[in-house]
Every structure is written in C-alpha cells, then in structure tokens.
C-alpha cells in the first residue's frame, strides 16, 4: 500500500450561514414489501383474503393460504364484514388453512403473539385452534351469531420460523375474515411497526419523514390513486388496492400510523398528495381528475391539514383525536405530485390545489416536483412552472451513477434564487461502496447549499431480501435480520452528527480527478428479451459480416474503436422477442444505445462508469421495435459529442460530461454544546485507493482538542451487494483534533471539542 498523502482543511470563519436544520430525513413508499410484509409488524399475509390477480398474476383470495381439503374451504362475498373487506372464507369443519406469512412467520421463545380475526358462526359454537407450527398454539370458541372479533394470545415455547394454522378439528361452520397475528408489544397490545426496523429507522435520526410515495402516491389510473380517508379508522374497513409496484395494499400502515411513525421517531410529517394526475407511467399516460370531481379532490387535500393539525373542534380534527390523537401532528409540508410530466392537465390541476392550500394553509410550505431526473424536459418544465407559480419547495429525483454524484458535488452553488429544494429521491446506483461514498460526497455538497437545499431523503428506504422491485435499497431485512447497506451508515453518519453553523472549508493537496474518453473499446450488440439480426454494418467505413442475437445471450462484439472518433451503421431486424436491442460502445466506460427499451416505448443513451451504469440522454419516447420491421441505426461518436439517428432521425445529440470528479471533500460545520463551548462536526470522503492524512485548522483553534471520529472503511470500492448488509459497519475512535486519517474509500465525520 502507498503511503498516505498529506492533506490540509482550513475551516475557515463562520459567515452567518446555518446548516438547514431538517436537511436529513427518509422516504417511504410500500414498494419492496416494505410496509406490507415489513415494517408493519402484521405475520399474516393476506389475511383479509382480498389479493387478487388485479394485484399480481395468479393472485386470489387464497394466495398464500393453503387448506388440507379445499372442498371445505369457500370463498364468499355475501355479507362481509365490510364493503370494502369483501372476500371471507368459510370453513366447514374438520378443516385446517394454514398461511405463510412472509417467508414464513418468526417468533421469539417467549415472545407473546396477539392473534385476532372475525368470525360467525349459525349453529353450535365452534372450536377454533391456531398455532404457529408447534412454537405457539391457542384456543378460540366462535359462538353463534354475526360477525365477531375474536382475540387471542400465544406464547412462543422456541425461537423459530413457522406457519399459521388455524384448525376447526371438529365439524361446524365458521365464516373468517381479517386475520391477524402480531407481536404484542410491552403493554401486551399489539404492535403496529416491526421493532427490529423501527428502531434501524430510529437511528437514522430523521428530520421528517415522507410518505406515501414515491409513485404508489399517484397511482397506476385514477382509480389507484392513494387517498389518505381510505386509510384511516379500523383496518378492517381500509381501502385495499392494488399496487402498482406488483402486490397488495392492505394499508395497514395508513395515514394514522404513518403521523405516530413520525412522532416515534421525531421526525415532521411529509405527506405526498397527487397533484390531481395519476402517475405518468400509467399505460395510455397520466390521466386528470375531471373538474367534477376536482372540488372534492381539493376539499380531500385541506381535510388532510385539518386532519394533522386542526384543533378537536374541527370536524377533521374531531376525527383524529377520535383515533386516539387530540394533540395535532404539527404538519408543516405536502408534498403535491410526484415526478410527474409537466402537461397542460398537471398545469392546472396543480395549480387549483396550490392555490387552495395557499389560501386556506398558508402556513404550509407545498412542495412541488421536477420530473423524475435532476434534468430533461420535466425538471426544465417542473421548474418553469415552480418559478413562475413562486412554489416554496421543489422536489428533484435522481438516481445516477457515482461518477455523476461526484461531479456534481456543487451542483447547488449555482442555482438561481427561487424555490427552495428537496432532493426528495437519490441513490448512486449500487449498494457498493463506492456508491455511498459517492452519496456521502453529494451530501457535503447538500449540507453546504443550505440557502437552496432545506431536505433531502436516500431512495427506496426498504426492502425485503428476495422480494424486491427496485435495487439498490437502504436496509434490506428477512423475516428475522435487518440487513443495513454500507448508504446507511453513511446516512447515519451525516443525521447522528450535525452542526447548525456552517463553515467554508478550504481543502490543501486535493485536486479533482479529471474524467477523459477511453482510449480503446469495441462495439458489442445485445438483446435481453429479443431475437434480432444485423445486417448492412459498417464499422468506421469497413463493412461487417451479419451478426445476430438471442435473449439473454453474450453480447456480439462487432470490433475494435477509437471511443473519441467511431462511426457505426446496421440495419437491426427482430424476429421474435419484446422489447429491442442494445449497441454498446466503448471500453471501462462504455455508452449504450438502448432502441426499443422501458417497455419498447423509447430510445435512451445509458452511459457506465466503474460497472454503474445511467441515463445519459433521453429516455426518449419511441414507436418501440416491431417485429420483421429493419431499424436502421447510425452512432456516430465524435470526441464527447454522441449522435445517434434511428431511421434517419436524429434522435440523440449531446456532449458527454467530462467534468472532473471530487473525490476527496470534506464539510464542516459547528455548533454549540450543552456547557456552552463550541464543537466542530468535520466530514470527509476519501473515495481513492490512496490513504490520505488531513492536518485540521479550525477556525477558532480549540486547545487542546480531542475528536470523536466515526471512520466507515475497510473494504473495496467494488464491496457491497444488494441483500445483504454492508461489508464494513461504522468504527467510532478518539484523535487528536488537529489531524485526520482518511483510509482509502472511506467516509469519516469528526465531532472535535476542547479536552475537558
Ligand atoms: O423510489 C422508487 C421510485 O422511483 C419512486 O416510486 C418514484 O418516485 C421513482 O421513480
């Protein structure tokens, strides 16, 4: 290994500027089986016996259930025990269901379970046994009548995973519905968040939480749009709904739960409210709510603040303190729309929601959006519109690769006065560390724009190992482990340790590392879901044999280029599949022209760097590939500048980005102690192989000083996968204040004080 290099940090004088004060906080979205089948802490799944194949193909009321003999299992709709808990199951015994859960059901030897379900029964009074394998086992007698709710306890005898099995062991008929089994917490009531995850959210240390999504927030259609009403009050009466994310809603986790998640953990309500348009990828596009309904659609959104913050007296605020609630959630934001396409329906659907809440709230900062990247025709138009509307707060996505964090450290130095921002998703592509250093750097960048960054919160939060829509994620859990990424120390590090006065840093010995075109490459040809021939290829004027490819099979390389000066033509025609195929060029950093992907409906430019790949230009919509249809594509390469035509229409033309990366950045920030003395929070990223040594001069020296210094290193740039936790955990070490090791590809906060 080479020896550290030597490096300074002058933190300079405080110059009135303060840190935002609930810049770090988190978002949640159920996709992932994040709420369902995560951090709700309910075993059963599917235990209202309302999935169905609107939710996911193959689903039905008994998914996940499976019963000894089917003959005596029916399900029925006739009198339920809600309108909206429409499915039950009768059983006519002997009998036996037994459900899954997630992956099974885990207990606790000695771990008490509160068991609850409705049930009838018309004749004899009926014995019900449910046990968790042999963990825990209870008895219930279901007595003649209407629908009843009937709980339970058991106790776990082992630690152990199992499954529920609810057994009438002798004949007699029993209608159940909305069965439930959950850890009972310790007041013996059962438990609404699954502590393990709790508490990781916890010590995260949020600002704010927001909620519920993401995409789920809009909805795949009108008719999947979340609406808060339908998610509060008993859970047997919640609108369930399809999630456009591949399962089922049950929010169980409603808007109830979601405000006492905040207060759990200190952090200020977010909620994300449509913007009066569902999602702009549901198929067809994003559709209004009609002006019929828009008036009712607005009354929904102020109820929401009077419901959060109304007093008792308010019908809304009524509500809530009837759900246990008299004191107000303190709402502060809404969230209004989601990475939506900026058309003329959004336009004025947003606007008559704005203007509502302004009159009505004014105390409510609302939060616009800004399409689903940090630039395109959505975030230019999202902008406009936010600036031409005086918007508080926009909110600005983007999942990018670490090279592009790293460039864009200062990203927000330059923006014009204006709205402030909430950078409401990002993730630097990979759970690997060299993406969390990559998001570490970011957010020093973050921390010190506070005149333009006020909130920022790492997307998806959650995931179920095994079950995910969306990699990478925060905190990956099974049904017994929570599964930490490397982001998450490093998200931890920046909440756990803030300084409230902000201090320009001036960095000795760092230079940023220049970005250049690769000297070599070649042009590959793939098609992950098609069967395509290539005919007519001319490589840089020599023509080319004809090539094909198969579904997931090896890329065809097609030969060698200059990746600064390479022309490619070929005529691409599929023969069987979906989707298009992909022309990859380039060598360690490598561009694909993807023709005919998300769903064959664009073209897009993908750029990789260090095996991370994201957009480059586009997605840009497109008729898609059609089979027997020849595609002619030219790519021509020209130093940083890309073209690409398809069909003789230009429909990529741009300059690479070759702006240097920081790699080496370094924050600071102060604040004052209990006793009165001042504290430096240093934070520094070293995302190099070269171990650097950083000699600190503080502002106001502190002598003599002693620095608390958490240190996230150890492992390889590349280290880091999805499913598991991250290779290296957080090491907290005493220094000296006026030196910093800086292992290579690590992240390091210092908090320095005076010795006592
Ligand atoms: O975080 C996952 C998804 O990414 C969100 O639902 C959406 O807003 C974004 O596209």
Redesign the pocket.
Known sequence: MSAPERITIDVGAHQGVGVAPELWGL?I?D?NDALDGGLNAERVRNGDFEFSAADHDGWDALTAWHPDVAERVEVRTDAPIHPNNAHYLRLAGPVTVVNDGWDGIAVTGGQDFRLSFFARTAGEPVRLVAAVDDLASTEVTVRPGGWHRYEATLIAVADGQGRLRIEIPESGTVDLDHVSLRPAGPDGEPLTFRPDLLEALKDLAPSFIRFP????AHGLGLDNVYHWKTTIGPRHKRGQLPSLWGYHQSRQIGYVEYFELCQASGATPIPVVAAGVCCQNTPGGPQAIDDAGMDAYIQDVLDLIEFANGSPDTPWGARRAELGHPEPFDLRYLGLG??DEITDDFRDRYARIEDAVREHHPEICVIGTSG?QFFGRDYEAGWAFARARGTAMVDE?G?RNPRWFHQNVDRYLTYEPGPQVYVG?YAARSNTIRSALAEAAYMIGLERSPGVVRLASY??LLARAGHTQ?TPDLIYFTATEVLPSASYHVQAMFSRERGSRLHPVTLGGVEPEPVTLPKTGSVRLSSQRASVDYADIVLDGVVRQAVSTSPGGEPVELGGIDPAAATLELTATRRAGDEGFVVELGGESYLQVHVGSWQNKSTVVIRGDDGITNEDHGPLHWHGVRTGVPVRVKVRLDGARVRVWVDGELRHDYEQDLRPEHRVVVGAASRTAADGSTEYVIRAVNAHPTARVASIRLAEPLEPAVATVTTLAGAGPDEGRPFTASPVTPVVTTAAGDTLDLPPWSFVTAVIRRTP
């Open positions: 978002f979205e996709l999504g993401g995409c789920l989601n990475e689903p996505h999942y998703e997307a998806p969306w």
